[in-house]
């Protein structure tokens, strides 16, 4: 009943078009069932008078009056096959809007853990399920119930024998509709979850596909997708079983509605106690009764489809954000970009610590480096300051203010960050770049891109600013997608920068002009840079050699030489190697 309650609630933005539906549904059931009474009326009352110009007449107005009525049908049946639809869709995108918009509150954490080919699952194929069951859902069940009850009050008027045979029947079927509904509720909630697997499958094989094909490892990914595939498939049988009890046992009780009704029919008529009119009322009233009960049947399936797919979007809209703004929360404005770390511990998922009681005071306007290990938690330590992640123990201050009593939008408003692993988005170099500031000019973006020594192969490519990237920037080089990234942080120009082996992937020419361009913004703003090449850090005001027993050296580069510990010999081979 929650969940029930949760999705009608996505109705009341359209409670207008859903009453309007169900009155356009109430009025075509109406109609549907005044015909058997007219052919009734016309077979008890108007066929056996005398006067053929009497019954021309009746007949006339008759046809008349349901040619009118069939208008109506038509404008209702428009309304409820166009409108219900509209009502459904915009539902679903309401949804989809909904999920969406939670999923990008979610943390770092949620997605360490969830696979995104799972999640678009559930963002599309459920969803398209859950539109279908909000516009035939009510729908299908008050048309149903109206003709069906409607039919047997009708039906009781006429011979209450009969009928209640009729009605023994019907509930018979009903039991059985709800016996078998159970079970295939458990299988579609199956399929989902079998579905969502293989779309995983496909989405992990497709993405990494250039590595695929560099291990000639074809085979390998379809042995892994047919095995997900056929577990999909082992269920979709299972469930059709179960349908095809669920239909055929159906259909057996339709065909007992018609035999009980010719059986009984006959008898009665035979003793008196039935017309021969009344008769081909039933059978009509049975063909009226049969489709809403076809429909209920249907909707079983549709229900379970339906419903299975909201609560699995329930899942995720019931999951909290393990990082969110405070209701006191305050917005940090005019950053001067002093950091603090106090007795900072961190793990992921309380696993093992990776950063253990960390003190560290970062000036504002300072160029720290951080080296050390691989492991040791450099990237780890920059992803707290914008609270990517929550610390486990300890406080991270900045400008003396705790960040979990600041807005993240504000906060991450005044961090810039360039990752080692960059991100293009689907587009052109001129929207990735602007994806910095979004209402910044064309001219922002080319002074951007200067700054980022970008400009130059920009403008040599066909499109120049408008060339598409491909997905994932597949047709720049990494290090044409490096510079984009630089670009993006020129333009946001924030406080604070986050530095991650933002040179990684340029050569040796390119590294120059971009480490001359850093060094240019980094200018009177606390810059934080990780850096395994340690020739592009000589400069930094500190360097904190961070290791898994947390900050083990600090000092400037000559002074770490001096005293030959891990910062030196890390040095001293990459120097060799060099």
């Given amino acids: 009943m929650s969940t029930l309650k949760k999705f009608m609630n996505y109705y009341k933005p359209y409670k207008n078009m859903f009453f309007a539906d169900m009155f356009c549904a ?20 108007i066929y056996i008078l005398n006067n053929k110009k ?31 639809h509209i009502m459904g869709a915009r539902m679903e995108a309401d949804m989809r809007s909904d999920i969406f918009n939670h999923l990008q509150k979610l943390s770092f954490s949620y997605y360490d853990n969830t696979n995104t080919g799972k999640l678009m699952s559930r963002i599309i194929t459920d969803l398209f399920d859950i539109s279908e069951l909000a516009h035939h859902g009510p729908e299908d069940v008050f048309i149903s119930l109206l003709k069906i009850i409607g039919a047997f009050i009708i039906l009781f008027s006429i011979n209450i024998k009969i009928t209640l045979s009729l009605l023994f029947i019907t509930l018979t079927m009903i039991y059985f509709s709800y016996f078998y509904n159970k079970k295939m509720k458990h299988v579609f909630k199956k399929n989902r979850e079998k579905i969502a697997n293989v779309n995983a499958q496909i989405q992990d094989s497709l993405s990494g596909i250039r590595i695929v094909k560099s291990f000639s490892n074809e085979n390998i990914e379809s042995t892994k997708f047919q095995k997900g595939n056929e577990q999909f498939l082992n269920t979709k049988e299972t469930g059709y079983f179960i349908m095809g009890k669920f239909f055929s046992g159906n259909n057996f009780f339709q065909g007992i509605l018609y035999l009980s009704v010719v059986l009984l029919g006959g008898i009665f008529i035979s003793l008196g106690e039935l017309r021969v009119s009344d008769l081909v009322v039933y059978i009509l009233y049975i063909n009226i009764f049969l489709n809403p009960i076809d429909k209920l049947v249907n909707f079983t399936e549709q229900f379970q489809k339906g419903i299975t797919g909201f609560e699995r979007f329930l899942e995720i809209m019931n999951t909290k954000p393990d990082i969110e703004d405070k209701k006191e929360a305050v917005e940090i404005k005019n950053v001067k970009g002093d950091i603090q770390f106090e007795n900072v511990s961190f793990g992921y998922d309380n696993r093992k610590t990776i950063l253990k009681n960390i003190n560290i005071k970062i000036p504002k306007g300072k160029n720290i480096a951080l080296v050390g290990p691989s492991g040791g938690g450099k990237t ?76 130059e192969f920009i403008m040599n490519l066909d499109n120049k600013y408008d060339t598409f990237v491909g997905e994932r920037g597949i047709k720049l080089s990494g290090g044409q997608k490096q510079r984009i990234s630089i670009a993006r942080v020129f333009l946001k120009n924030p406080p604070i920068l986050i530095l991650d082996e933002a040179t990684s992937a340029l050569d040796n020419e390119n590294e120059y002009y971009i480490q001359k361009s850093l060094n240019e913004l980094a200018k009177n703003r606390t810059t934080i840079v990780i850096a395994h090449r340690l020739s592009t850090i000589k400069n930094a005001d500190e360097i904190l050699v961070l290791t898994e027993k947390g900050i083990e050296e600090s000092g400037s580069h000559n002074e770490l030489l001096s005293k030959n510990g891990i910062y030196a010999y890390l040095y001293n081979m990459q120097f060799q190697q060099e």
């Fill in 380 to 455: 780890t330590f920059c992803s707290l300051i914008p609270r990517f992640y929550e610390i486990d123990e300890g406080t991270i201050k900045v400008d003396g203010l705790n960040i979990k009593d600041v807005k993240l939008k504000s906060l991450r408003n005044a961090i810039g960050i360039v990752q080692q692993e960059v991100y293009m988005f689907s587009g052109t170099i001129k929207e990735n770049i602007a994806y910095g500031k979004p209402n910044c000019s064309f001219e922002e973006i080319i002074d951007a891109a200067k700054k980022a020594n970008a400009h």
């Fill in 26 to 45: 109430l009025t075509l059931s109406f109609i549907d069932l005044l015909f058997p009474l007219i052919v009734r009326y016309l077979l008890n009352d």
């Fill in 54 to 84: 009497l019954i021309f007449t009746y007949v006339i107005y008759i046809g008349m009056a349901m040619f009118l009525m069939y208008i109506v049908r038509y404008f209702c049946q428009y309304y409820i096959t166009s409108w219900g």
